[in-house]
């Protein structure tokens, strides 16, 4: 079966600071992997998201960024933290688990916050 | 231009009652996807249930069911004797030809024992 995990689950950074949060996944190959990002109370919004190695579409544009080394491993980086950046990020894959390249599995999440 | 409007921005009520979250979806696309999504407290997403646009059966799922009308561009969920444990964030999403998933704004339901 298919597993996806994130770290660290949670996290306390000042401004300025940089940022790293990784998502790997197992049991699957080839995943499309999502970075989304979901402020308090809020919905849900695509920050990027990859289709292989090294691929990767932003969806806007901010001080984070995205990378891609492994084939089940997303990255989500930023140089300089703003107070802004504080919210819950989610990875999710997308393959063929269910036969589709259709429907996300999301992560646990972590759950950032900047002060 | 897609969107998916979930019009319920939270709803209360008793154990064992039912409940409907809708969602209003728009697309141009003649094929296209539809989900719902679980958010407990704890924050991960629970996928629910997939539908494609060439699929307007209904399912139930044990106390879950869902209603796909393309008719009027719905796909609303139904909660039979809801229990606490149905206290969540409910999204209702849409994916067309593009490999974005669009989500609604999220439906906040609350279970009161």
């Known amino acids: 079966s298919q597993t996806i995990h994130q770290w660290p689950a949670t996290l306390v950074q000042p401004v300025g600071s940089p940022l790293s949060l990784e998502c790997t996944v197992e049991?699957?190959?080839?995943?499309?992997l999502y970075w989304y990002r979901q402020a308090a109370g809020r919905g849900l919004q695509l920050l990027f998201y990859?289709?292989?190695?090294?691929?990767i579409s932003s969806e806007v544009p901010q001080n984070l960024s995205a990378s891609r080394p492994q084939d089940r491993q997303f990255i989500l980086s930023s140089k300089k933290l703003l107070l802004s950046d504080s919210g819950f990020y989610l990875c999710?894959?997308?393959?063929?688990?269910?036969?589709?390249?259709?429907?996300?599995?999301f992560g646990p999440g972590t759950r950032l916050t900047v002060l | 231009a897609q969107k998916v409007t979930q019009a319920q921005t939270e709803i209360s009520v008793v154990e064992k009652e039912d409940v409907t979250l809708d969602c209003v979806y728009e697309?141009?696309?003649?094929?296209?996807?539809l989900f719902w999504y679980k958010q407990p407290p704890s924050g991960e997403l629970v996928f629910l249930i997939r539908?494609?646009?060439?699929?307007?059966q209904n399912e139930i799922s044990g106390r879950y069911s869902w209603n796909f009308q393309k008719s009027t561009s719905s796909f609303n969920f139904t909660i039979t004797a809801s229990q606490v444990v149905d206290s969540a964030v409910y999204f209702c999403?849409?994916?067309?030809?593009?490999?974005?998933?669009?989500f609604g704004p999220g439906t906040s339901l609350s279970v009161i024992p």
């Open positions: 999710a894959w997308s393959g063929l688990a269910g036969k589709t390249y259709n429907e996300q599995f």
């Open positions: 049991g699957t190959s080839n995943p499309n």
């Open positions: 990859s289709v292989g190695i090294g691929q």
């Open positions: 697309t141009r696309d003649t094929t296209y996807y």
């Open positions: 539908r494609n646009s060439f699929d307007e």
């Open positions: 999403a849409l994916k067309t030809s593009y490999d974005k998933v669009i």
